[in-house]
């Protein structure tokens, strides 16, 4: 059986979206329920729920919060990224833009199933060293290979 490179959502709920934002924002979410997935979730029923919550300072305390609360470190090398945020809140909220008033499970699966599904979808447009720099671990560090489309 050939190896399938589209992940399978397994989000499928309003419900479990909600538990995966809520629980990240209130710092209770298993670190194992922590996954790209749960990342794109997260700042999905945000923006549509709680946007107050999904601006990138909202999010980045947010996330440096929720790291430490799972044993993790917000340093120059791990945890919190600032340019992977605001990337990430900014492709959301294009696919929920797009995705108009459907359910969150299917903007989440329209999502999974775009090249967003994949977890080196970043590298389209930042080089890996650029990406993966101190600088753009602090602050937004603009993409030095391509635009992004939203």
């Not at 997260?42 to 044993?71: C, F, K």
């Not at 120059?76 to 809140?89: L, P, R, V």
Request: with cysteine; hydrophobic share 45%.
């Amino acid at each position: 059986m050939p190896l399938s490179l589209t992940p399978t959502p397994t989000l499928t709920t309003e419900e479990a979206i909600a538990h995966v934002a809520q629980g990240m924002t209130s710092c209770t979410l298993p670190k194992a329920e922590w996954t790209h997935e749960a990342h794109w979730a997260a700042a999905l029923w945000l923006l549509r729920h709680a946007p107050d919550q999904a601006t990138p300072a909202a999010m980045g305390r947010a996330i440096r919060a929720y790291n430490e609360s799972v044993g993790g470190q917000n340093t120059d090398t791990s945890g919190y990224h600032e340019t992977i945020t605001i990337a990430s809140i900014r492709a959301a909220g294009d696919c929920l833009a797009r995705g108009g008033d459907a359910p969150l499970p299917q903007v989440l699966a329209g999502l999974m199933h775009s090249h967003l599904g994949g977890p080196e979808w970043l590298l389209a447009y930042w080089r890996r060293e650029t990406l993966f720099s101190v600088e753009a671990r602090r602050v937004w560090v603009a993409p030095d290979l391509a635009d992004l489309p939203f």
